[in-house]
């Protein structure tokens, strides 16, 4: 198996497969994963033939969120360098969502922090019974501000002002309740599920689908401008650096509680 933080491949149908590919780590994405999902992104757009992407997590978990010890360097990083990491994320979020053909996310174990904002990204959610999802920011003293319109677009702001504040997790009946997972089947029949859904949209026009997102998003949140994009990475890159995001990372790598200074 290669060892790449994303692997991709595409069949005689022309589906793709995309795996997201640090399993011993659950999959927590860091600068070489985001580069990785980019370059995926890139190599199958250049394929004409591209009729769906499955979007995958080797291993235990889907994707359980940023690589925190990660995060902890970038912090520490000039604010050019902050932002061109928070620009690359949004990128990577931004370019999911608006890809012109379907793409459909098989989700097992743990599914926290831009885990979630992949996945809203997505056209279609499949999770497995068990699944666990948290839109887990705030915990860490940093903001989910690049994945906050996916997700707001997935479960409605309601549901976002609960969860992306309390960063509690909930199973994947809850995920499927509030709209951010579309269908539960047992872990054993993911992969089955998946298919039956991707054989579904082969069915139906390359042309009539791309055109149906593109007109989907014109009234979504997800479909900002390039100016709103901007501020996004601007906010979620400042946020790292603050004191705040500092003593809640600290109290990560420190296994600890964070002592949050008062307002």
Not at 159 to 173: N, S, W
Not at 256 to 262: D, I, N, P, Y
Request: glycine letters at 8%.
């Amino acid at each position: 198996m290669s060892s790449a933080p994303v692997v991709h491949s595409i069949d005689a149908r022309g589906v793709a497969t995309v795996a997201l590919n640090r399993p011993e780590v659950g999959n927590a994405y860091n600068g070489a994963m985001i580069d990785g999902l980019l370059a995926a992104m890139d190599a199958l757009s250049a394929r004409p033939e591209l009729r769906a992407v499955l979007l995958t997590g080797n291993g235990r978990h889907f994707q359980v969120g940023a690589d925190l010890a990660w995060v902890r360097a970038v912090a520490r990083a000039s604010a050019a360098e902050s932002i061109a990491v928070s620009r690359a994320t949004a990128e990577a979020i931004d370019r999911l969502n608006r890809l012109p053909v379907p793409t459909v996310a098989l989700v097992q174990g743990g599914c926290f922090g831009g885990g979630t904002g992949m996945v809203a990204a997505c056209d279609v959610v499949i999770a497995a019974e068990g699944a666990t999802f948290s839109i887990s920011e705030v915990r860490w003293g940093l903001t989910a501000a690049i994945i906050i319109p996916q997700l707001a677009d997935a479960i409605s702001v309601r549901q976002l002002r609960r969860y992306a504040l309390t960063a509690e997790r909930f199973g994947a009946a809850e995920a499927q309740r509030i709209g951010l997972v579309h269908q539960v089947v047992p872990p054993a029949g993911l992969a089955a599920a998946g298919e039956e859904m991707v054989a579904r949209l082969l069915e139906n026009g390359p042309a009539a689908m791309a055109e149906t997102k593109t007109v989907a998003l014109r009234s979504a949140w997800g479909g900002f401008d390039r100016a709103t994009f901007d501020a996004l990475v601007a906010d979620h890159a400042a946020r790292r650096q603050t004191a705040e995001a500092a003593e809640g990372l600290a109290s990560f790598a420190e296994k600890r509680a964070a002592r949050w200074e008062r307002r």
